[in-house]
């Protein structure tokens, strides 16, 4: 809605240069050549030139804003670097510095010839002078600086402590609980890019893929509702970048925050790049209870294992144990003994075997 109301806005500006521009030509063609000025013929060709400018400003617009964002993008990346205590300094030196090139105008201007010439040169000296001052000698405006520290700070711990959520820890909806206990603090940040990825998976034509887009715009609005936290959607895009994950990556260098994702590939992408992740599959796993060999629990075996005699059972959250003569067990729930515990990159696996099996060998031996 902005870009079109931007682009009619080009439009009328272009028509309104086109007709005063052609209008002006016109009386200085005929002022010149001494011929008579006659007001239809003049309107007719202004409307004409200022309708012909319209159009050439309206077909370039895509191109003027385009790079009215890249401008806008280089001069925040720009700003980001530069401390908030400096711009306050820096603003207040200029500020005065015109101000006393101004009053200082007011007798130079009187000067013949020069005097406005002088005026201006004057004035953008003070100006440059006032900044120059300022900011050598901030360590000495602690009155002013005082006023922009904590609030600096409050938005430099606020940048840092950013949570950007991509698209499969959207859809995965375990982000929602996590947010509920209080253990993410911050801000939680969805791109609009993000954004715009979910709802042309809800509106795919494949079943699978509409339902989990309808899924994660659920679970967006349940972070909205239920989130103790603030969520704020970004509408900052990177034109230039195709991939989300990609822009995931560049905005968060942008903001200093941090990727929350379950996306294996995208978490060693930033791990490359020295962008700070928080993996949910890698918390899922941390927090699951540790088991020691030799300790005993009940396991429900459910089916045959890939070795032979094998029985494979799964722990609450999901671990599977791996049970050595389990298979004359399935479909019972029996007490095994953990004999050793395996850690993957798909998760952990635990071994086990029956305990009255120990018990037998124990008896024999």
């Known amino acids: 809605m902005a870009k079109r109301i931007f682009r009619m806005f080009l439009l009328i500006c272009g028509f309104a240069l086109g007709y005063q521009l052609v209008s002006t030509s016109i009386g200085a063609i005929t002022a010149f050549a001494g011929m008579e000025e006659t007001v239809a013929t003049t309107i007719g060709v202004s409307i004409f030139g200022g309708s012909v400018c319209g159009l050439i400003s309206y077909l370039i617009s895509p191109m003027l804003i385009k790079s009215a964002r890249r401008i806008n993008n280089w001069i925040e990346t720009a700003l980001k670097s530069v401390p908030t205590q400096d711009i306050a300094v820096g603003v207040t030196g200029l500020v005065i510095g015109l101000l006393v090139g101004a009053l200082l105008g007011l007798a130079l201007h009187r000067i013949p010839l020069i005097g406005n010439y002088l005026t201006a040169l004057v004035t953008l000296f003070t100006g440059y002078l006032g900044t120059s001052l300022m900011l050598n000698r901030k360590e000495e405006m602690t009155f002013l600086t005082n006023l922009f520290t904590r609030q600096a700070r409050a938005d430099k711990s606020g940048a840092r402590s950013a949570k950007i959520l991509d698209t499969s820890v959207i859809i995965d909806g375990r982000i929602v609980d996590i947010a509920a206990t209080g253990f993410l603090e ?68 942008m903001l200093k925050g941090k990727i929350v994702t379950n996306d294996y590939n995208l978490n060693k992408v930033c791990e490359l790049q020295g962008v700070p992740v928080l993996n949910i599959n890698e918390l899922a796993n941390a927090i699951k209870p540790v088991v020691l060999p030799g300790e005993e629990m009940p396991a429900q075996i459910i089916k045959d294992g890939k070795e032979i ?24 729930t029996i007490d095994v003994v953990v004999t050793s515990v395996l850690q993957t990159a798909a998760g952990r696996m635990i071994f086990a075997k029956p305990k009255n099996v120990e018990k037998l060998s124990g008896v024999r031996s």
């Open 309 to 332: 005699g094998q029985g494979v059972a799964y722990l609450d959250d999901g671990t599977m144990v791996v049970v050595e003569g389990g298979r004359r067990y399935i479909g019972e």
């Open 186 to 253: 911050g801000v939680i940040i969805v791109p609009g890019f993000v954004l715009e990825e979910l709802r042309h998976i809800a509106d795919s034509s494949d079943t699978l893929k509409r339902n989990r887009g309808r899924r994660g715009l659920d679970i967006l609005n349940r972070i909205q509702k239920e989130s103790h936290i603030p969520v704020q959607i970004v509408e900052h895009d990177f034109d230039d970048i195709p991939e989300v994950d990609s822009k995931l990556i560049k905005l968060a260098k």
